[in-house]
């Protein structure tokens, strides 16, 4: 993918976290399209956020996938893909393109890396709310998801 289109003043803050979302969770290059000097602090805020660089530097170097089964053409998209820690910690992507909020059901075994696990139980962190959202058992359920809004949930096991 291209450059970052963050701080241009063409989306809102939902479509900037979701532009930058998806291009870590890709692995596309994170090269800034916009003049940083003329660019608000919620744009700034989040081209800086240190979770989100995270999983675009992941030492796994492994892109997240669509997942077709989790989704439903022209409103939610879910993608997923491993970490470096293998089988123990995942990325979640799940995006509301519709034109209103939502709420968005993620089961476990709708992630392939998930599937055949032992185990049911992950901890679960929402990267952009910076929140914890503790130890879930079978899937998640996200509830409001703004349109446009991407939620970015690292999974691992408990």
């Known amino acids: 993918m291209d450059m970052l289109e963050i701080g241009t003043g063409a989306m809102t803050e939902f479509e900037e976290q979701t532009h930058f979302s998806f291009w870590a969770a890709l692995k ?7 003049d940083i ?18 999983i675009s530097q992941d030492d796994a170097g492994i892109a997240a996938t669509y997942l077709p089964s ?7 998209q879910v993608w ?6 293998g089988s123990f910690e995942h990325v979640i992507l799940a995006l ?3 034109a209103s909020a939502t709420n968005i059901t993620i089961p476990w075994s709708g992630i392939p ?9 992950y901890k679960v962190r929402d990267v952009w709310a910076a ?3 503790g130890t879930i058992t079978t899937g998640i359920t996200l509830s409001d998801v703004s349109s446009h809004q991407t939620k970015v949930l690292v999974v691992s096991r408990a």
């Open 80 to 85: 997923a893909g491993p970490l470096s820690a």
């Open 37 to 54: 000097t003329k660019m608000n602090q919620s744009s700034l805020d989040i081209l800086l956020n240190d979770e989100i660089i995270a």
């Open 96 to 98: 509301n393109y519709g």
């Open 28 to 34: 596309s290059p994170l090269i800034i399209g916009a």
């Open 70 to 76: 989790l989704s439903t053409e022209g409103s939610i």
């Open 113 to 121: 890396q998930l599937q055949n696990s032992t185990r049911a139980s």
């Open 131 to 133: 929140t914890d959202l």
